[in-house]
C-alpha cells in the first residue's frame, strides 16, 4: 500500500505494534525444554490482547499463529506440542497479523542460549545485512539494487541468499505489489522503491543451499542442499531520506 493519509500511518503504527511487540517477547519468553506450541499459544495471546489476528491463518489456513522454524528448518515452520526447544537451538520467529484492516509482518532468527552450536556467526550477518539493506532504501531506489547489495554482503560473511524467498509489499493485505523483493539482482527487474510505498524487507541468508524446498507437510521449508538459514524483517515506510521502521521496537537490531 501507499501512505496517502494520517489515518493509514497510524493504522500502520498500530498493527506494526502488535507484531513487533509480540515477536520481542516470544523471543524473550522462548527458553530450552518449552515445545514450539507453546511459544506459538503465548504469542497467540499477546496478538489476541492487541486485538490482531494470526496474517498466515488468516490469508492462507497456516495452522498456527506464528511460524516457528527450527534449525535445518528454513521458514513456515508449524507450532507443534511434538517439538522441544534445546539449547543452542537456531530458532526463527515469523509475526504476522491484521489488525483492524491494516497488515504488518515482521521476523528475526536467534541462538536459544549458548551458541554450542555455532550458529550466531550466520545470525549476526542476516541482521547486518537488514540493517545495510534498509538504510540504502529510499524513493528512487532501484529494487534490483538492494538485491544485489544483499547478495553481496551475504558472499563477504562467507554465506548465500535464497533465490526463491523474497520480501514484498504489504498494507491492506499480506502479500501486496511491490512482490518478489529478491535477495538478489533480478536483472530484468526495473522497479523502484517509491516514496510513501510500504514493504516488509527480509534477509534469507543460507549456509549451503541457494533455494527452499517445501516438505510433504505442505508449509515447513528446508534447504535444497541442507544447512541452515537466518532471517530478519522489518515493515518499513519508504520516504524519500531513511525509511521509517514500523516494526522497530521489535528490537531484532539490538
Known amino acids: 500500500m501507499s501512505i496517502t493519509k494520517e489515518s493509514d500511518l497510524a493504522g500502520m503504527q498500530k498493527a506494526s505494534e502488535a507484531v513487533a511487540y509480540t515477536l520481542k517477547k516470544m ?14 499459544e503465548y504469542g497467540a495471546k499477546l496478538l489476541t490482547e492487541f486485538g490482531a489476528k494470526s496474517a498466515p491463518f488468516t490469508t492462507y489456513g497456516f495452522p498456527g499463529w506464528t511460524c516457528i522454524s527450527v534449525n535445518n528448518e528454513f521458514c513456515h515452520g508449524i507450532p507443534s506440542d511434538k517439538r522441544k526447544l534445546m539449547e543452542g537451538d537456531l530458532v526463527n520467529i515469523d509475526v504476522s497479523a491484521e489488525l483492524n484492516g491494516f497488515w504488518a509482518d515482521n521476523g528475526g532468527s536467534f541462538v536459544l ?9 550466520l545470525v549476526n550477518a542476516s541482521r547486518e545485512i537488514l540493517i545495510k539493506a534498509i538504510n540504502h532504501i529510499k524513493g528512487g531506489v532501484k529494487i534490483a539494487d538492494i538485491g544485489y547489495l544483499m547478495e553481496s554482503e551475504a558472499k563477504k560473511h562467507g554465506f548465500k541468499v535464497i533465490r526463491n524467498l523474497a520480501g514484498h509489499g504489504i498494507g491492506r493485505g499480506l502479500h501486496e505489489q511491490p512482490d518478489e523483493l529478491m535477495n538478489f539482482r533480478n536483472k530484468s527487474d526495473h522497479r523502484r522503491f517509491k516514496k510513501n510505498a510500504v514493504v516488509a524487507i ?7 543451499s ?9 508449509w515447513t521449508m528446508v534447504g535444497n542442499k541442507g544447512g541452515f ?3 530478519h524483517e522489518h515493515t518499513i515506510v519508504v520516504t524519500d531520506k531513511a525509511p521509517l521502521i514500523l516494526t522497530e521496537m521489535n528490537g531484532i537490531f539490538n
Open 229 to 231: 538459514m537466518a532471517q
Open 113 to 121: 542460549g549458548q551458541d554450542i552450536n555455532h550458529h550466531q556467526k
Open 210 to 218: 541457494s533455494f527452499a524446498a517445501q516438505l510433504s507437510d505442505g
Open 27 to 40: 523471543t524473550d519468553y522462548a527458553q530450552p525444554g518449552m515445545t514450539t506450541k507453546e511459544l506459538d
Open 202 to 208: 527480509e534477509t534469507f541468508i543460507s549456509t549451503t
